[in-house]
């Protein structure tokens, strides 16, 4: 059964950090990476990060410079560390993993259930 658990959400002041953990089980991403999204309320589901097998990192512009995005593959886990938050990045806060898909394309195929993150003034 493949699990993608998520922790370390909460609440926290602006210009607070929080550090994200994504543990994962039953799966195995081979050469696909995996990713953090988020979906502010009353907003669309959005990319904020992703890093690939090769460790290669990619940000939305709204976070480059505050989050950073790792992952320790003997804990089998995924991290997130944001720093600076802002009001705006308040949101539920997904872990996504891929794995090939039939035409051999790494596509985002499971999903943790969510850590709320909530930034005050």
């Known amino acids: 059964q493949v699990q993608l658990v998520e922790s370390g959400g909460g609440s926290v002041q602006a210009g607070g950090s929080l550090k994200l953990s994504c543990t994962t089980s039953?799966?195995?991403?081979?050469?696909?990476?995996m990713g953090w999204y988020r979906q502010p309320p009353g907003k669309a589901r959005e990319l904020v990060s992703t890093?690939?097998?090769?460790?290669?990192?990619i940000y939305a512009d709204s976070v480059k410079g505050r989050f950073t995005v790792s992952q320790d593959n003997a804990k089998n886990t995924l991290y997130l560390q944001m720093n600076s938050l802002k009001t705006e990045d308040t949101a539920v806060y997904y872990c996504?993993?891929?794995?090939?898909?039939?035409?051999?394309?790494?596509?985002?195929?499971?999903w943790g259930q969510g850590t709320q993150v909530t930034v005050s003034t």
């Open positions: 890093i690939s097998s090769d460790g290669t990192t």
């Open positions: 996504a993993a891929q794995e090939r898909n039939y035409y051999g394309v790494c596509a985002y195929k499971y």
């Open positions: 039953g799966f195995d991403a081979g050469s696909c990476g």
